[in-house]
C-alpha cells in the first residue's frame, strides 16, 4: 500500500529544512527526504562558512534580509546552536550600484556606511583597498553545517520526520491534492510509493533532472565553483566578509573572470572564490577537482589584494551554483508542487525567509514576488 502524508518536502539542504521547519511550525503534517546522509557534500549547503551579505538595492531582497536576521536568531535561541556573527562585511572595486545600495539599506534601517581606502586598509590591513568602500556592520558570516543541522532539528522538535537516504526517482500530479513519489531506499534498493497533498521540490543541482515535464522550469546552470580557503599569516588580524567588484576598463582587472567573495572560516583561513562562472556540471558526475586556469587566478588575486595571506597554502573547495537566467530566485507553485530553486549562489542568507515563502506557497498563500515565479512572467 502506497505511504499517505500531508506534505513532501524533497531535499534537505538549507531550503528544504527550512521550509519543513516553517510548515512543521505550522502544525502541518511534514517529511522530508534527503538522498544523502547528514554533513554531505554533494549539494551547496555544505561547509563552514557563508557570507551574510546585506548589499542589495532591489527592494525585495532587502524586505527579505530585513525578515531573515531576527529569523536566524530565534533559530539560534531556540536550538543553541550559534549560526550567524555580525564581522562586518566591505564592499568595494568599480561597483556603479553602490550609492543605490546604500540608499536602500538606509531606507530599511539597515546600517551602511562609506569608508575611504586609508581607514578601511587600517581596520583590515588583510585586504587591499584601492577605492571607497561600502561597509556593512550588521552583516557577517553564516556557519552553513550547523544552519542545516539547526533547521533540521528544529523541524524534528515540531513534529516533523527527517529522513535521510531516500532518493525520489520521479514524481506524477494526480490531481489538485495528489502527488505520487518514487522513493529509493538508498541503502537497500528498494523502491515505496508515497502519496502527498503538496510536495515541496528544494533539491539544488538535481532540480531539471527531477522536474522537467512536470512544471515549466526557466532554465537553470548548474556549475562547479572552486573558491578555496588561504591560510592567514597574522592570526591577530580582524577579517569582515567582502565581495569585490572589478573594473572592466582597467587593465590590472583583466585576468578576472568574474567578481570575487570571500570571507574568514575560523580554522580554516580565508575563503575566496569567483562568483558563478565554475565549469558546467551533471551533479551526478562531478570531479570536485578545480580547474586549473581559475584556480591559478584566484591565486593571483589572492597575492594581490589579499596582503594578510599566503597565496601558495590554500585548500580548494568544491560546490556546486544553479543558476537561473537573471540570477533571482525560483519561488513558485503549480498546482500540488512548489518549487523552491535557482538561488544562483546568493540564496544562503536568506534561508529561513525562503522557507516561510515556500511554505505559504504549500498553504495556498500567494507570498513570492512575482521575479520569484516559474515562467515567463519572470
Known amino acids: 500500500m502506497p505511504y499517505s502524508a500531508d506534505v513532501v ?179 537497500s534498493g528498494a523502491v515505496e510509493t508515497i502519496v502527498a497533498r503538496r510536495v515541496v521540490i528544494t533539491v539544488g543541482a538535481w532540480t531539471t533532472k527531477l522536474l522537467t515535464g512536470i512544471v515549466p522550469l526557466p532554465r537553470l546552470v548548474v556549475t562547479q565553483e572552486q573558491p578555496a580557503h588561504f591560510r592567514v599569516l597574522d592570526d591577530t588580524v580582524a577579517w569582515p566578509g567582502f565581495n569585490h567588484a572589478p573594473d572592466t576598463d582597467d587593465a590590472d582587472y583583466g585576468f578576472w573572470p568574474s567578481p570575487v567573495y570571500g570571507m574568514f572560516t575560523p580554522g580554516q583561513g ?39 595571506v599566503d597565496p601558495q597554502d590554500f585548500v580548494p573547495i568544491s560546490c556546486t551554483y544553479t543558476t537561473s537566467p537573471d540570477s533571482n530566485f525560483v519561488l513558485d507553485a503549480v498546482g500540488p508542487v512548489i518549487v523552491g530553486a535557482g538561488f544562483s549562489g546568493h540564496g544562503f542568507k536568506f534561508t529561513p525567509t525562503v522557507g516561510r515563502i515556500l511554505a505559504d506557497l504549500a498553504d495556498g498563500v500567494s507570498s513570492a514576488p512575482r521575479a520569484f515565479a516559474l515562467d515567463a512572467r519572470r
Open 270 to 308: 580565508v575563503k575566496a572564490g569567483w562568483h558563478g562562472v565554475g565549469p558546467r556540471t551533471d551533479p551526478d558526475s562531478r570531479t570536485f577537482s578545480p580547474e586549473p586556469v581559475q584556480l591559478a587566478e584566484l591565486q593571483r588575486y589572492a597575492r594581490e589584494w589579499l596582503p594578510g
Open 9 to 187: 518536502v524533497v531535499g534537505g539542504g538549507a531550503m528544504g529544512s527550512a521550509a519543513a521547519r516553517a510548515l512543521a511550525r505550522r502544525g502541518r503534517q511534514v517529511t522530508l527526504l534527503e538522498r544523502f546522509e547528514p554533513g554531505h557534500v554533494n549539494g551547496a549547503s555544505h561547509g563552514a562558512s557563508r557570507n551574510f551579505n546585506v548589499s542589495y538595492a532591489d527592494p525585495t531582497y532587502v524586505a527579505m534580509l530585513a525578515e531573515a536576521l531576527p529569523a536566524w536568531r530565534e533559530l539560534e535561541q531556540e536550538t543553541g546552536h550559534g549560526l550567524l556573527d555580525l564581522v562586518g562585511i566591505v564592499n568595494h572595486g568599480a561597483n556603479p550600484a553602490f550609492a543605490e545600495v546604500k540608499r536602500a539599506l538606509d531606507g530599511a534601517g539597515i546600517p551602511a556606511e562609506f569608508l575611504p581606502p586609508a581607514e578601511a586598509g587600517r581596520r583590515w590591513p588583510g585586504i587591499r583597498f584601492d577605492r571607497e568602500v561600502l561597509y556593512n556592520r550588521e552583516a557577517g558570516r553564516l556557519h552553513a553545517d550547523r544552519a542545516v543541522a539547526a533547521l533540521q532539528r528544529s523541524a524534528v522538535d515540531h513534529g516533523a520526520e527527517v529522513v535521510h537516504g531516500r532518493r525520489v526517482l520521479g514524481l506524477e500530479v494526480l490531481g489538485d491534492d495528489e502527488v505520487r513519489l518514487r522513493v529509493e531506499n538508498t541503502a
